[in-house]
């Protein structure tokens, strides 16, 4: 985005896994997802184990690469015990409109270095 915005203060680009569109209508499974994840804290674990089972439990259509990737960023804290999430979910809910958002126009592109 800030490439095809703003060039001349961008002096080359690497692109890494993101499909410039807009996902209008992936708002709702993301906000879904980002829900459940964020109740994860709020519950006692015994193991990673039990986690990824819950979450196919809750989200039967994910695959259990989907269950591991999803589950990766919540960890357990070694003096306490407890889980969190390493990653700021609340952010992401709260940020939703902008995370599924590309605001650029088909006919613009970036015409420097990659």
Not at 12 to 34: G, N, Q, W
Not at 63 to 69: G, H, I, L
Not at 85 to 93: D, F, L, R, S, V
Request: hydrophobic share 40%.
């Amino acid at each position: 985005y800030a490439a095809l915005k703003f060039p001349q203060y961008v002096s080359a680009v690497i692109a890494l896994d993101i499909a410039p569109v807009t996902y209008t209508d992936k708002i709702v499974p993301f906000r879904e997802t980002l829900h459940l994840l964020q109740s994860l804290a709020q519950r006692e674990w015994e193991s990673r184990k039990q986690i990824e089972h819950y979450i196919a439990d809750k989200m039967p259509n994910f695959t259990p690469a989907e269950v591991k990737f999803l589950s990766k960023p919540f960890v357990r804290c070694d003096h306490t015990g407890k889980w969190f999430w390493k990653t700021n979910i609340q952010a992401m809910i709260a940020e939703m409109d902008n995370v599924v958002d590309f605001p650029v126009g088909d006919e613009i592109m970036y015409h420097g270095p990659s």
